[in-house]
């Protein structure tokens, strides 16, 4: 009996630890990084200059990282490139790369940098971590060798990643990831052989990692929700802006309402290649955001999350415009291009009313009611569905309000960063045919709606109240991973199309 009453009283206070020493919620702290560039160069330069310029990078992120800290911040997440900068050759970008280890290995730089050879920059953000009692979540480098008895590694007998790390806040290495989907001008990396899923558990919630690009497929980013259960995503980007639809606060933020999850987006800041954008987003809305094409000054956002997001119903996003009754527009319909993509879009001629629009199996409905009808602005209400195939190939159902360059509807799809035009209400729905469906409202000077808007159980992407600001778009981003064509890969055609076409911004992103 004497031996039952203690184990009780063990497992009683055992779970009362537990629970004490787990966060219902946590400060989280995103950089947007002002970064430093080497000199371009083709010939390597020796380790020691590499060096250098990281350990500048490394001088910045370290006063971001100090007073994120002292601001109670539980982690902190740095850029894609934001150590060692981008264009870089496969053979230039060498000597700033590290051997970084298995996180199985057990390892904490700052006590033991030798362990695995030179790492200076992993022993530097271990200590950073450590000295600051704050997770750390960087992009570094990778470099693997390998032989001729691997029949797929390169000719140069090493492989090279893009590469987050994670330390805790005792400066060990808890999570190493290396980006799947490179994107167009990362030939200095290798992608993985297999997509790497990612995870780690903290006291205050279960985090997956991924980086840029990878946003846009299926693996890792899904399966990290889906399949893994993460709360919260840690996302380095070198993000560079992309209107109507993808600009780095609009698809980031409705990534995290699409998927229901905390999202926590770093973005390079370098105005001159439109990167800018970073931001802390919850499921429901974000927390908070940072664009600027105006400075050239990095900066430090903090917001608290919930440690577990509050589990929010299931959308089924063909339930409600299933059952509209599409109206005959006869002709009044036009093709417009938005990044290549040809969409169909009708013009919202009145100052309320419902519009529908289809293209191919998607057709959208729009209810909507604008402040005024101005005479020099035009709104169109647009759809496509098909396949995507410049930087990248991927499946596309998009609904989308959006606000014309100009007068001329030859303009709608063209890059808007301004609107004079206000909406009292707006509800949009489509009969889509995936449940990968990102809903994205960017008001004008690029600038997010937080808490005026919600998604339906039904389907509906719909206002609460009457805008803050005049609108850019409201769109529904579908993606359709199954119908995804190929491996994302780029054609001879494709790369120079994007180097002869002078109207079209493309985009990109990392």
Known sequence: MIMSQLLNHVAVLFFCVSRASSLDTFIAAVYEHAVILPNVTLVPVSPEEALAVMNRNLDLLEGAVTSASKQGAHIIVTPEDGIYGFNFTRESIYPYLEDIPDPQVNWIPCNNPDRFGHTPVQQRLSCLAKDNSIYIVANIGDKKSCNASDPQCPPD???????????????????????????????????PKEPEVVTFNTTFGKFGIFTCFDILFHDPAVTLVRDSRVDTILFPTAWMNVLPHLSAIEFHSAWAMGMRVNFLASNLHYPLKKMTGSGIYAPDSPRAFHYDMKTEEGKLLLAQLDSHPHPTPVVNWTSYASGVEAHSVGNQEFTGIIFFDEFTFLELKEIGGNYTVCQRDLCCHLSYKMSEKRSDEVYALGAFDGLHTVEGSYYLQICTLLKCKTTDLHTCGDSVETASTRFEMFALSGTFGTQ?????????????????????????????????????????????YEKDSAPNTLSDLTTQALRLNPKTDAWKSK
């Open 157 to 191: 007998g090493r492989y090279q990643y893009n590469t987050d790390v994670v330390f805790d806040s005792k400066g060990k290495l808890v999570a190493r990831y290396h980006k799947q989907n490179l994107f167009l001008n990362e030939d200095q990396f290798n992608a």
């Open 436 to 480: 990968y469906v990102f809903p994205e409202v960017l008001l004008s000077e690029i600038q997010l709606a937080p808490g005026e808007f919600q998604v339906s159980s039904d389907g509906r992407l719909f206002s609460l109240k009457p805008t803050s600001g005049p609108v850019l778009t409201v769109t529904l981003f579908g993606r359709l």
